[in-house]
């Protein structure tokens, strides 16, 4: 089987977009866009954030806009767990130095922060990808009750 997976290596970081799915006792499964921010040196912890559908696609169209207008634009998600609130920011900029454009991911969670550099051409794709997995995604898996599916065997 094959996967839809984007990943992009900047100096000594990366990030890693992919699908992913949303497990929950008692409750349907339901489509999810993982992205995992790391760092390439040797026993460095990451960072996944799990988004919805339409938060990808809302990353997505931030990424097109700093793209076409420059600056840089964040995306907040707040996690309500057991452990207490988690707030987690994705960030997506353009950035100017020595007289050369550039282009940036960027998430922080806490204290801990990973920035990973982009060409505009992976930038944009990223972009694209993020749209089309945003639609692929959004999904729950249904299963028929019991009680339909013996009122469906039975005969009229």
Known sequence: MRIP????????????????????NGRPEEGRVAFRFFRLAAGRQHIR????PCEAFEISRKIAQVEASGGKETFTHRYEST????????????YERHGRKG??????????SINVAAPQ?????AAEFLKQLSVAQSW?????????????????
């Open 83 to 94: 452990d207490g609130e988690t707030i987690t920011k994705l960030s997506v900029e353009c």
């Open 5 to 24: 997976k984007l990943t992009i290596f900047a100096k000594e970081t990366g990030v890693e977009i992919a699908p992913s799915e949303k497990k929950q």
């Open 49 to 52: 954030f799990v988004a919805e």
């Open 121 to 125: 051409g992976e930038f944009l794709f």
């Open 103 to 112: 282009y940036a991911f960027s998430i922080q969670r806490g204290e801990e």
């Open 140 to 156: 729950v898996s249904w299963v028929e009750p019991d009680s339909q599916k013996q009122q469906a065997a039975s005969p009229a």
